[in-house]
Nanobody
Framework: QVQLVESGGGLVQAGGSLRLSCVASGRIFSGYYMGWFRQAPGKEREFVSYISWSGGSTYYADSVKERFTISRDKAKNTVYLQMNSLKPEDTAVYYC???????????????WGQGTQVTVSS
């Protein structure tokens, strides 16, 4: 079983930065993909980014490219999402996710964290 715990959310002004962390426990190994999703009020949950645990290859939604950076620290079993140049439309609950299947990591991952709130004021 995989457990994911996010932290690092908060309130920030537009143009500011935040770094989210996701600590993974359980059976995380090289075959996994780790991702971030977000859900704004009244909207569906949407994909943000993912990273392969082994090789570190990454992928981003167009809405966050060149502003957000995903990374992982294998020694700490932690995935990060560095968010720069934040906009009010980035306001959402951000969820960490994991899957062994690249086919679903950006759509229907197998494991979810509980989420952390990010609020960007204008």
């Amino acid at each position: 079983q995989v457990q994911l715990v996010e932290s690092g959310g908060g309130l920030v002004q537009a143009g500011g930065s935040l770094r989210l962390s996701c600590v993974a426990s359980g059976r995380i190994f090289s075959g996994y993909y780790m991702g971030w999703f977000r859900q704004a009020p009244g909207k569906e949950r949407e994909f943000v980014s993912y990273i392969s645990w082994s090789g570190g290859s990454t992928y981003y939604a167009d809405s966050v490219k060149e502003r957000f950076t995903i990374s992982r620290d294998k020694a700490k079993n932690t995935v990060y999402l560095q968010m720069n140049s934040l906009k009010p439309e980035d306001t959402a609950v951000y969820y960490c996710a994991a899957s062994q299947r690249i086919a679903v990591i950006a759509t229907r991952p197998d494991h979810w964290g509980q989420g952390t709130q990010v609020t960007v004021s204008s």
